[in-house]
Nanobody, 124 residues
Framework: QVQLVESGGGLVHTGDSLTLSCAASGDSFSTHGMAWFRQVPGKAREFVAAIARGGSVTYYGDPVKGRFTISRDNAKNTGALEMNSLKPEDTAVYFC?????????????????WGQGTQVNVSS
């Protein structure tokens, strides 16, 4: 099993930057693909970004392409999501997820392990 803990959320203004962190423990983090999803009340969990086990392959959801960057450090068992040019529509609870599947998944149900989420609020 992998335990995940997100941090770094908060309240920012439009155009600001924010970096979320995901700390992993338990089974070898390096054998799991990692992703970030986000969710607002009343809506399904939305794919944000994913990164392969070794970190060489990344994918992004269309709403965040060119603004967000996903990364990981397997030596430190951590992942991150750098968010730039934030918009009010980026407001959501952001979740870190991990799964040993290969290739990477783009849907929430393809990920077995989840953090508790961290709230990001972007004011206009």
């Amino acid at each position: 099993q992998v335990q995940l803990v997100e941090s770094g959320g908060g309240l920012v203004h439009t155009g600001d930057s924010l970096t979320l962190s995901c700390a992993a423990s338990g089974d070898s983090f390096s054998t799991h693909g990692m992703a970030w999803f986000r969710q607002v009340p009343g809506k399904a969990r939305e794919f944000v970004a994913a990164i392969a086990r070794g970190g060489s392959v990344t994918y992004y959801g269309d709403p965040v392409k060119g603004r967000f960057t996903i990364s990981r450090d397997n030596a430190k068992n951590t992942g991150a999501l750098e968010m730039n040019s934030l918009k009010p529509e980026d407001t959501a609870v952001y979740f870190c997820a991990a799964d040993p599947r290969d290739p990477l998944g783009f849907y929430w149900y393809e990920y077995e392990y989840w953090g508790q989420g961290t709230q990001v609020n972007v004011s206009s």
